[in-house]
């Protein structure tokens, strides 16, 4: 229905956006991720630009801090991903010259959890001024986020070790159904002064997966620095693909700033939310009822509309062989895939490969 209004609106033109994307989308897309009260906005220290994606945000951060993040000479790293990560975000980094790319414990396999006193360890090593790249939340792709007590240790880490946070937010809304609290860990490393990137992204909770709507938000510790960052990512968009696509940025800008659009699409978020963790109790309920070996619990233990199952690297290659479920190689998987026509498929397949490859 939006896109209609969008599509017929006589006073919309067809004319390129400006460089660093559209106004609107941009003041909307910053204020859903630090809060309309933040005190970096009121301050005037922020800086968001429309990208292509979220690929686009991570890779236009990572050319920023090439250029400007160590001021006295070009900046070599390193970056720190978490272990296991998105796998394209190495490569990014990579493509940009920067190849000290290095990896913190995060998941625990036997636990089937978050191991915070890994990440703090792995973080408490890291040389000044290394870039750490984090979720918030709905970590990719095990689904498993630090707790508030959890981000208050670790944000007292890399202040301690001057570490630069680089947030992942591709899911905001869709881990506790409320963009706010999804947005707490921003919300509190940004109250704390840190300076930070982050990159968001509307392809999953708001279903705009071909028009490429991402985000990309500089918090900076003063504002004094804020023209020189901004002429740099202008010099920059201008180099990687000119002029951001403009359809799916009105369409956010639209939602975020009428009040029953909004009211309605934050319903939307607690609906889709519910209904994964209505899957994943299900999933678990099901292999508990066939007597599949081993604690399925931490299926329900994580948030979002990732899963990592806990399946070695066999049992996923048996599983899309033999049964056409497909999971990613360290057993993660989407949940949102899951319906009621194929959740008990997707049960027996589990068992199945548990029971015959242990």
């Not at 070009?74 to 190849?99: D, H, K, M, R, T």
């Not at 890994?118 to 984090?134: F, G, R, Y």
Request: glycine share 8%; charged share 20%.
């Amino acid at each position: 229905m939006i896109k209609q209004q969008i599509a017929s609106d006589p006073t919309l033109s067809s004319e390129y956006p400006p460089c660093l994307g559209h106004p609107e989308f941009n003041r909307r897309a910053t204020e859903l991720a630090l809060g309309n009260d933040c005190s970096a906005i009121v301050e005037n220290r922020v800086l968001g630009v429309q990208t292509v994606g979220s690929t686009g945000a991570v890779r236009l951060g990572a050319e920023l801090l090439k250029r400007w993040y160590n001021l006295s000479a070009e900046w070599q790293g390193p970056v720190y991903l978490s272990s296991p990560c998105n796998e394209n975000l190495a490569g990014i980094f990579e493509a940009v010259g920067i190849l000290d790319v290095r990896h913190y414990r995060y998941w625990d396999a036997e636990q089937r959890g978050v191991c915070v006193e890994h990440v703090l360890e792995d973080l408490e090593q890291a040389p000044e001024l290394s870039v750490v790249m984090v979720s918030a939340p709905g970590h990719c792709p095990t689904g498993a986020d630090l707790s508030h007590e959890d981000w208050k240790l670790l944000a007292e880490v890399m202040v301690r070790r001057r570490l630069l946070p680089f947030f992942l937010m591709p899911t905001q809304g869709l881990c506790l159904g409320d963009p706010e609290q999804d947005s707490w860990p921003l919300h509190h490393c940004a109250s704390m002064g840190m300076e930070l990137l982050c990159a968001q992204a509307f392809s999953h909770n708001f279903g705009l997966y071909g028009e490429r709507v991402g985000h990309l938000l500089l918090v900076l510790r003063q504002n004094s620095t804020l023209l020189a960052v901004q002429s740099q990512a202008k010099r920059l968009v201008r180099m990687l693909w000119s002029r951001p696509p403009v359809e799916g940025a009105r369409l956010v800008a639209t939602v975020l700033s009428n009040p029953a659009h909004l009211a309605e699409w934050r319903e939307g978020l607690r609906s889709a939310v519910e209904r994964c963790m209505l899957v994943r109790e299900q999933l678990r309920e099901k292999l508990r009822i066939l007597g599949t070996p081993g604690c399925w619990d931490h299926m329900t233990q994580q948030g979002g509309v990732y899963c990592c199952t806990g399946l070695n690297a066999k049992q996923v290659e048996y599983l899309s062989k033999k049964r056409h479920v497909y999971l990613l190689t360290n057993g993660c998987l989407n949940v949102s895939c899951i319906n009621n026509h194929n959740l008990d498929y997707v049960a027996e397949s589990i068992h199945l490969v548990v029971t015959s490859l242990p």
